[in-house]
């Protein structure tokens, strides 16, 4: 059974930083793009930012491109979210996802249960 | 950017009928559009995948259709659990892009 734990949310200041976690099993992770997607009290969904497989290509929505970072660690079976410079509307559940293949995921067929993070002073 | 654009925003049913929330591209996306079920507190759930691919273990009751820039979710006949909020999803280009979701409540 395809299982996503993530770890990482918190209450942070403007300007702040903070690292999410996604701790995957079930499968072979390093043969998956994973994806974090984020929605915002009472919003939609956000596609954030898209790793292949092997961590060779990433892929970042305009609105957080230069200040998040995408990594994954396939010896330990862990997707990260690197979020620094962090703004009041960064505020949002955090979602990781499984994709369908091994370079950019497409859809999403398994997904975390979300962490919270929240920006404010 | 693709923009997805849900209709209605809110559906409002009544168990046993039939629903048809649909979701238009502003661009073509061909058959690339997966449809995800959001319940409050909890994970999107994936639904539909090449718009009219069931997942595993979806029911029967659910059916996509559309390529293009027009896509309907249909379910034929609604279960107290089918009240939820749903999402459409383009993965044809990138940013990959989300609706804004249809809220399908109960009337």
């Known amino acids: 059974e395809v299982q996503l734990l993530q770890s990482g949310g918190d209450l942070v200041q403007p300007g702040g930083s903070l690292r999410l976690s996604c701790a995957a099993s079930?499968?072979?992770?390093?043969?998956?793009?994973m994806t974090w997607v984020r929605q915002a009290p009472g919003k939609g969904l956000e596609w954030v930012s898209t790793?292949?497989?092997?961590?060779?290509?990433?892929f970042y929505a305009d609105s957080v491109k230069g200040r998040f970072t995408i990594s994954r660690d396939n010896s330990k079976n862990t997707l990260f979210l690197q979020l620094n410079s962090l703004r009041a509307e960064d505020t949002a559940v955090y979602y990781c996802?499984?994709?369908?293949?091994?370079?950019?995921?497409?859809?999403?067929?398994?997904w975390g249960q979300g962490t919270l993070v929240t920006v404010s002073s | 950017e693709i923009v997805m654009t849900h209709s209605p925003a809110t559906l409002s049913l009544s168990p046993g009928e039939r629903a048809t929330p649909s979701c238009r591209a502003s661009?073509?996306?061909?058959?690339?559009l997966a449809w995800y079920q959001q319940k409050p507190g909890q994970a999107p759930r994936l639904l539909i995948y090449?718009?009219?691919t069931r997942a595993t273990g979806v029911p029967a009751r659910f059916s996509g259709s559309g390529s293009g820039t027009e896509f309907t979710l249909t379910i034929s006949s609604l279960q107290s659990e089918d009240f939820a909020v749903y999402y459409c999803?383009?993965?044809?280009?990138?940013?990959?892009?989300f609706g804004q979701g249809t809220k399908l409540e109960i009337k």
């Open positions: 790793i292949s497989g092997s961590g060779g290509y990433t």
């Open positions: 999803q383009q993965y044809n280009n990138w940013p990959y892009t």
């Open positions: 090449g718009a009219s």
């Open positions: 996802a499984k994709g369908i293949n091994v370079d950019y995921g497409n859809w999403f067929d398994s």
């Open positions: 079930g499968f072979t992770f390093s043969n998956y793009a």
């Open positions: 661009q073509s996306v061909s058959t690339n």
